[in-house]
């Protein structure tokens, strides 16, 4: 397995799959073991793995991921996290195939509907004939999908495309958690306000890049470890709305997907997102980041 748990290049893909004389699609299907033990389901128990190919040649990882003390909604389900990991890290304009360990849920068929062409995508779905590695397409488990071109033009950009939401900060006046550092440790406190400039920048090129064309209310959110590194999310949106990818559940991938460890180890956070708009993100950015690390102070900068 490659040192990043989450993803594996194209020439070690091809080498693992050649030793085994299968193609690197025939390989998916062994790896959704490896993708389910990545799996954080504290509620349910219940561990779903997926591994995706996409169109650079790369194989990308996805797990459920559940949150105690949260409702059901804020959990973020293996095909989301797939779909993340494969946007933040340049995995190319489409999946190729998938291969995951249970049937996604109506949620998810409907989340990866904001997928370019992903009616062709081919899925496996290993624990329903384990025997059998045929893929069929994903338009035969949503015969009849309601996407983004219903609402949108042929050329809008979904997901895995390059987005440019033009952004810019209001002011460089913010809004802290309790109005001050003071939840922080000294050290920490001091680690904050020298990085606070970098969360800022990196909040806002993920709310620049994030996919709302629905609401028009684009926002992204930057992590910050005790140790000084930085994760980033882009908010993510369905044309059915519900299936949609917080900015701060993207942000968690890219913490998970880099190796950070424990959530308790997220010491500070910036969002960015419009002032006043019809979907905001603030109230539930805090919410989800009080019950995952209460020691987190959240920073709110409004964009333009």
């Keep these: 397995m490659a040192a990043n748990k989450y993803i594996i290049s194209k020439a070690e893909a091809e080498s693992m799959a050649k030793s085994k004389g299968l193609t690197v699609p025939q390989l998916l299907p062994s790896l959704v073991k490896q993708a389910q033990d990545l799996a954080r389901p504290p509620i349910s128990n219940f561990h779903v793995g997926t591994v995706g190919l996409s169109s650079d040649g790369r194989i990308f990882f996805g797990a459920n991921i559940e949150f105690p003390g949260l409702p059901l909604h804020h959990s973020i389900h293996a095909e989301q996290f797939l779909i993340t990991n494969l946007a933040a890290h340049g995995g190319g304009p489409k999946l190729l195939y998938m291969a995951v360990s249970a049937a996604p849920c109506g949620h998810c068929r409907q989340f990866l509907q904001e997928l370019r062409e992903v009616s062709d995508t081919q899925i496996i779905i290993t624990d329903e004939h384990p ?4 893929y069929k397409p994903i338009s035969s488990i949503l015969p ?18 390059k987005h440019d939401n033009g952004l810019c900060f209001k002011d460089e006046n913010f809004i802290t958690q309790n109005g001050n550092l003071s939840n922080l440790a000294n050290g920490y ?6 990085n606070d400039g970098i969360l800022k920048l990196e909040a806002l090129e993920a709310a620049r890049g994030s996919h709302a064309p629905y609401s028009g209310c684009p926002s992204g959110v930057a992590l910050m470890d005790c140790d000084g590194n930085v994760y980033k999310g882009s908010y993510m949106e369905s044309a059915a709305y519900n299936p949609s990818m917080m900015p701060v559940q993207a942000a968690l991938v890219a913490y998970m997907v880099a190796g950070g460890g424990g959530y308790e180890r997220i010491m500070a956070a910036v969002l960015v997102e419009k002032e006043g708009v ?4 603030e109230d539930t950015a805090r919410l989800l980041l009080k019950y995952t690390s209460p020691k987190c102070v959240l920073t709110v900068v409004h964009c333009v």
């Design 278 to 281: 019809v979907v905001r993100q």
């Design 131 to 134: 025997e059998n590695n045929d």
């Design 144 to 161: 009849h999908p309601f996407g983004p071109f219903d609402l949108l033009d042929q050329e809008m950009p979904l997901i895995l495309e």
């Design 189 to 194: 406190c001091e680690l904050a306000k020298k």
